[in-house]
Each structure stands twice: as C-alpha cells, then as structure tokens.
C-alpha cells in the first residue's frame, strides 16, 4: 500500500516502492563491504577466476528487474572474490594503492550527489578547487598554479604534454594544428620513462619519433651529459627542442631523476619542465624523503597519482601547471549551451572543462578530500616513507639470501631482484606466476639490462616487513622446486 503522504511517484521512476527495504539492503551491502576489507589479509591476496564464474559474465542482456538483494548476492559470489587483490597487504605488483575506508565511503557519497564537476557554481567544484590548492601548497607551486583532478597520471601526462605545445606553438595550433610550426618540436625524457609519455606524444599529434629517449646512470636517473649532447645535436640539426619530461620514482625500479638540474636546464634552454611523479611527487608529504624531489616547485607542470601512494580508491590523479593562463589556453572553450553566467547555477567560472578535454567529469574529488581531512597530510607522508622502510628491509633480506640477487639500487619503494639460477628468466617468470597463483603475494615482472628481474613495489599502508618476509620464503620455496624440477 502506497503511503497517502508520501509523494507522487513517476511511473517510469527507479526509485523503489519499499525505501524501508532498500534502506535494510542497503546497510546490509555496506556491511558486508566492511567485514570483507576486515577479512582481506587472511584470505589469498588473488586467486584464478573459475571457468563457470567467467561464464556467469555471459549472461543474456537483462531486459527484465531483478531484486537487488539477487544482484548482490551474485556480486558477492562472482566480483569480490576475484578482484585485483590490491587491497591486500601482500600485493606488491605493478605500482598499486591500497584504497583506505575514509576514501570508500566518500566515493559513495560523491555517487549519491551525482554531480558534474564540469563546472557551473556548486560545492563540488569548491571541494576540487581546495584539493588544488592544497596541492599547490604540497608541492611548492605559486598562486598562480591550477589544476584539475583527472583519472590518473596518464591523463595527466597527455594533458602536460599538450598544454606545453600549446604554450610553445601559441594558441592557433589548436585550429592550425602543426602547421604552425615551421620547424619540428623535440622533447626529451629517459630511457626509464613511463610508457604514457610517448603516448602522450602520440596523442598530441607530436609523434614518439619526435620524443629522445636519453639513457641514465647506474642509479637509474637521467644522464644529465647525455640530455645536453642530444639537444645541442638536435638544434645544429635544425630541430626545436621544447620539452624535457623528468620522472620522480621511475615505474620500474623508483628512482628520481635530477629535478633540480633539468629546472636549471630548462631555464637555460628556455624549455617546458614537466614532472610525471606518478607516486614519486608524493614523497613532497614526508620530511625524510622530500630531499628526493628537490627542484619539484620549479616545474611547469607535474603529474600525480592520489591513487597509488595516498592510497584514495581508483581512480584519481592530478594535473598541476605552474601558470593558470598557459593551462586554460590548451583548453578552454565557451559554446552557447555552455555560457558563463555571474549569478545563478551557470556562474563559477572558470569551469574545470575550460582545465582539461573533459566536460562532464565525476566527483572524484571528494574521496580525495575525505582521505586528505580524515588522515591528516602527515600520516599519509609518514605512510609512505614507511612503505620506503619496509622496501630496505626486502633490500637487506634479498642482500643476506645467496640464493637471490638484487638487480638495482632501492631509492625508495621498490625492489627488483632475482633468484640466482641457469635459465633465470624463465624460473624468475614462472616463480612470480607460481606466487600469483598460490595467492601468497603478487609480486610482478619487470627487465632490467635485459634480465628478466622480480618486481617488488611496496605501495599499501597496511603491508609490514612480515610480509616482504613472506614474499621472499616463497621465491625461495619455488626457486628450489623449479630449481631441481
Ligand atoms: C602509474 C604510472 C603512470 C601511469 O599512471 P596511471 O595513473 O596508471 O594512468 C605514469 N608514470 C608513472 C611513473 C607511473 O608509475
């Protein structure tokens, strides 16, 4: 029976009949979302998807309801137990976050107000404007700075990428493209580069053939020599240089390039300095570590993940550009349907479109700024430079097992290693998949001179030293088995 007071319901309407029944389902979801994160260190960090939970995803297109407590039980049965496995402690793969509960729940409410944050004048477009600000505080940037929240550093990197063309070519590159250039645009990042830099290239129209790669020292970091000779080669050549892409923590091994001399550099140059710092740009939080991105409030712009080292759940990153003018010319533009107003809901402006390619963009904010309120910037700094503690003591485990070998210096959170044998690629890959399978850890692959090498990345908050421990009896237990096997 329909409630009299209650008010008229459209007949086409998603809302439910019963809200005493959703509002029980839905206690019921979020507490078993609880028990689940309460759950996740004893239970396997990943495991093999079954072939009949595969197939469940096979399902005919739904043209009918069903209830949401059936929907649900489905996803408990067929989703949770077969995720990534990055929230737990013993995942090291890749570089991933750990997500944190503060974050989790900030996210559903940022999907209950299901706002735009394309712009116009309401508080989430506050909330993302004080995630900014404070991000220009973390990094050292001036007032002049802005940035947006993106989807990650990839986004990020594409987006730096093209507002220093623009700021290089002028704006009549965006109607001209590069005809406006009579002369070809180089930039220049490292050998150990992300792999989005040259897509970002791709992407701007610039091509990967106009990026240098410049190789690096024993430390993994820019040789700084060798950046020189290219550029002074490719202006004899006839070519303009006017990028240099630094990285803070390299994907691979975690190490910083020289920041501080590629600013000198490009001030000397008079090129765009922009910093891919992924993870590494974090290390800004913590007072230990801060030496290691020396130079970074020098940059003209700088990508940062929230979702790999301040652990906000995915997806969120960050695009900062030193000069708010140069960062809206790349972007911004103002059709009919999307004019600015001074009062009412269309005022705001700057929208956060006129900041990126994107018009209607997700709340994303919000799970970044209860994580940032809710933690403290200190304890999520002091997070980080714990996971860089636990790194040295995987260091020193893997220095002190003559069975294993450590294949690059530890700068910070990640290590690289192997386990000492004849045909070591294929044992190293098939101990890392072994681990993987067991769901004993997640390590991942990585090569380093061309030598297949363990990749241990230590990202989460909750992992401690016992588990890196745990990694490395296992590399050893399947190293002796494939060994002899
Ligand atoms: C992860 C990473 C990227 C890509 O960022 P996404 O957030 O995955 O898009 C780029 N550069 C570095 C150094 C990274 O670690």
């Not at 063309?165 to 109607?175: D, I, V």
Request: charged share 25%; glycine share 8%; with cysteine.
């Amino acid at each position: 029976m329909r409630d009299p007071k209650a008010p008229e319901r459209s007949p086409a309407t998603l809302d439910p009949e019963d809200r005493a029944e959703l509002r029980r389902q839905a206690h019921r979801m979020l507490d078993d979302a609880l028990d689940f994160l309460e759950g996740v260190p004893e239970g396997p960090v990943w495991r093999p998807m079954p072939p009949e939970i595969r197939a469940s995803f096979d399902a005919p297109l739904p043209s009918g309801p069903s209830p949401l407590a059936n929907v649900h039980e489905e996803f408990a049965r067929s989703v949770l137990p077969h995720g990534t496995g990055n929230v737990h402690p013993r995942f090291f793969g890749w570089v991933h976050g750990g997500g944190n509960p503060a974050g989790m729940l900030g996210e559903m409410l940022a999907a209950t107000l299901n706002s735009n944050l394309g712009g116009r004048d309401h508080a989430g477009v506050e909330v993302e404007r004080q995630v900014v600000r404070w991000m220009r505080q973390v990094f050292g940037l001036p007032a002049t700075a802005s940035g947006i929240v993106v989807t990650g550093s990839s986004m990020a990197n594409f987006m730096g990428v093209s507002v220093a063309k623009t700021s290089k070519l002028g704006t009549a590159t965006r109607t001209a493209g590069l005809d406006v250039s009579n002369t070809k645009l180089v930039a220049y990042t490292s050998v150990r580069a992300h792999s989005c830099v040259a897509r970002a290239m791709e992407l701007s129209g610039l091509g990967s053939d106009a990026l240098r790669l410049v190789p690096v020292d024993a430390d993994h970091r820019m040789d700084i020599a060798a950046l020189r000779t290219m550029m002074a080669h490719d202006r004899v050549e006839g070519r303009t240089p006017f990028l240099i892409v630094g990285t803070a923590g390299t994907v691979d091994v975690g190490a910083f390039d020289d920041i501080a001399t590629l600013a000198d550099i490009a001030e000397q140059e008079r090129l765009w300095l922009h910093v891919d710092g992924a993870f590494g740009s974090l290390c800004a939080l913590s007072p230990d570590l801060k030496h290691l991105v020396r130079g970074l409030d020098r940059a003209d712009s700088i990508a940062c993940d929230f979702h790999k080292w301040m652990q906000v759940p995915y997806d969120a990153g960050l695009l900062m550009v030193r000069d708010e003018q140069a960062h809206r010319a790349a972007f911004a533009n103002e059709p009919a349907y999307l004019a600015r107003a001074t009062r009412g809901l269309a005022a705001g402006s700057p929208w956060f479109t006129d900041f990126g390619p994107e018009l209607s963009r997700g709340f994303r904010a919000l799970k970044v700024w209860f994580t940032m309120k809710v933690y403290g910037l200190d304890a999520l700094g002091n997070v980080i430079a714990e996971t860089c503690r636990v790194a040295r003591d995987l260091r020193d485990r893997v220095l002190a097992e003559p069975e294993l070998e450590l294949m690059a210096p530890v700068a910070s959170n990640i290590v690289c290693f192997r386990y000492r044998t004849n045909d070591s690629d294929r044992v190293n890959d098939e101990i890392v998949i072994a681990l993987q399978e067991s769901g004993l850890a997640v390590p991942s692959t990585t090569r380093i001179d061309g030598k297949l090498a363990i990749r241990a990345a230590i990202v989460n908050h909750r992992t401690r030293t016992s588990d890196v421990n745990l990694l490395i009896d296992g590399v050893l237990d399947h190293g002796r088995r494939l060994r002899n096997g």
